[in-house]
């Protein structure tokens, strides 16, 4: 979208004016930039917590607003920010895009990929901003990786694993299937550095384990998926976490014809004769900062945005192949569109 698409459909082209939905770490990181950016104004703020908004609202001088639907249907807003649970995400995004609002949203966009459709075209139909934060892809790790793939050759295989261990874990939502989603969608992050790196997937296989189950909540859980690309790649992504795990772990390795890559979330080491080699890995802190400045930089300047819709869509239908090959015990075959 150009600056002068943009201008048109505001009241005043110099200011974007924003509600945001959440209150949470996301929320007050956007919040801030938001307030510090003058292309940009934060006018209303809703909350799961009358309390925890209005404080939030005080903080940050916005207008409390009683609910999302209420939000999203204001003349006075221009983009609608949406920082709170997974389960929601789909509903608030549509409901705004009718209302003629742009739509920034944290992954994943919505928990059904048939969903995600729907918002894509909608988004077209309307002309509107539709973007799906992705900060994995801005952050050192990432970054250290793509530039470092080329001096292992030809990688047939790549492990990604993230354990998380937390005390008390059984009462966040992040415990509970029907708000954030099965766990690999919920965090679509892990997949999508690896369709990121990779493209296209041929086939999915995955196994999943909760522990303690009450309804759809849990106090543990584990996945486990394999990923066959069809540029030959076969990738494992590994996520647990909750009170089973003792030990946290955050692992990436590529193995390519021609040396091996290792990375942690701070620093990495390529494995090609006898001395490990260093790579440096950069920092990941300011990254919601970044995102919100380069999504107004987009709707000013017409600036490309780092990640497309589109691209996080794929990686939502791939995590959903997992969700199914866990649930059925079978391989997923992914048609290619």
């Known amino acids: ?27 007050k990181s956007r919040a801030q930039t938001l307030n510090s950016d003058p292309r940009s104004h934060l006018v209303a703020v809703t909350g799961h917590s009358p309390e925890t908004t209005a404080a939030f609202c005080q903080e940050f001088n916005a207008e409390l607003v009683p609910n999302w639907l209420e939000l999203v249907q204001r003349d006075d807003l221009d ?17 705004a895009l ?11 966009l919505c928990l059904d990929p048939q969903e995600g459709e729907e918002l894509l075209a909608l988004a077209s139909m309307r002309h509107k901003l539709l973007h799906v934060e992705h900060l994995e892809l801005l952050g050192g790790l990432h970054n250290s990786i793509k ?18 261990p937390q005390r008390p874990a059984y009462d966040r939502w992040t415990y509970q299937n029907s ?3 099965f766990p690999l969608v919920g965090a679509l992050s892990r997949l999508h550095r690896l369709t990121d790196l990779f493209g296209a997937v041929a086939s999915v296989n995955a196994q999943s384990r909760f522990w303690n189950v009450d309804g759809d909540r ?15 790649t076969i990738g494992e992504v590994v996520y647990g976490k909750g009170e089973t795990f003792w030990e946290s772990e955050n692992l990436f390795t590529l193995y390519g014809e021609a040396g091996t890559l290792i990375f942690t979330p701070k620093e990495g080491k390529l494995l090609r004769g006898d001395t490990p080699q260093p790579i440096e890995v950069g920092s990941r802190s300011g990254l919601f900062a970044r995102d919100t ?16 819709v589109a691209d996080s869509l794929y990686t939502l239908k791939v995590a959903d192949a997992a969700r199914r090959s866990a649930e059925t015990g079978e391989t997923v075959i992914l048609t290619q569109s």
């Not at 009718?98 to 994943?108: A, G, L, R």
């Not at 107004?296 to 945005?305: C, E, N, Q």
Request: with cysteine; net charge neutral; charged share 10%.
């Open 147 to 164: 530039p470092s793939l080329e001096a292992i050759g030809t990688i047939f295989y790549a492990r990604y694993s993230t354990i998380n």
């Open 218 to 232: 849990y106090r543990s859980c584990w996945c486990q998926t394999q990923l066959h690309f069809t540029c030959g």
């Open 293 to 308: 400045t380069m999504v107004l930089d987009h709707l000013f300047d017409g600036t490309p945005l780092y990640v497309s």
């Open 179 to 181: 708000l954030f989603g």
């Open 98 to 108: 009718e209302n003629d609002k742009h739509v920034v949203v944290e992954y994943p």
């Open 79 to 95: 983009l609608i920010m949406i920082s709170t649970i997974n389960r929601d995400h789909g509903a608030i995004a549509k409901a």
């Open 1 to 27: 979208m150009t600056a002068s698409n943009f201008s048109n459909t505001i009241s005043n082209p110099s200011t974007i004016r924003v509600g945001l939905v959440g209150t949470g770490y996301v929320a």
